[in-house]
Nanobody, 125 residues
Framework: QVQLVESGGGLVQAGGSLRLSCAAS????????VGWFRQVPGKERDFVAA????????SYADSVKGRFTISRDNAKNTMYLQMNSLKPEDTAVYYC??????????????????WGPGTQVTVSS
């Protein structure tokens, strides 16, 4: 099974940018649809973005469309989330997630199987 570890979180001012990375190991990364979720204390974990295992179909939550870009580098077993024009409401713990091999973007957005430990993103106003 795949193991996931996030990096790149931190503190940034509103309007700034951050790039999160998710390094995968223990599986054939190319076969996994992967994505990002985020969670604030006391609330559910929300879908942010996903990228498929084949032809790299992408999907985004409405709240981040036009500001965030998801990508993957299969040669490096790594996925990225470029976050631009950050807002205070983007403050959350960001989690990397994956489906079972050959899963769909829909499956990732609704019921991912594998999770990373998370990385904190804080956007100050």
């Amino acid at each position: 099974q795949v193991q996931l570890v996030e990096s790149g979180g931190g503190l940034v001012q509103a309007g700034g940018s951050l790039r999160l990375s998710c390094a995968a190991s223990g599986g054939t990364f190319t076969w996994y649809t992967v994505g990002w979720f985020r969670q604030v204390p006391g609330k559910e974990r929300d879908f942010v973005a996903a990228i498929s295992w084949r032809v790299e179909i992408t999907s985004y939550a409405d709240s981040v469309k036009g500001r965030f870009t998801i990508s993957r580098d299969n040669a490096k077993n790594t996925m990225y989330l470029q976050m631009n024009s950050l807002k205070p409401e983007d403050t959350a713990v960001y989690y990397c997630a994956a489906t079972d091999p050959f899963g769909t973007v829909l499956a990732l957005s609704s019921a991912p199987k594998y999770w990373g430990p998370g990385t904190q993103v804080t956007v100050s106003s």
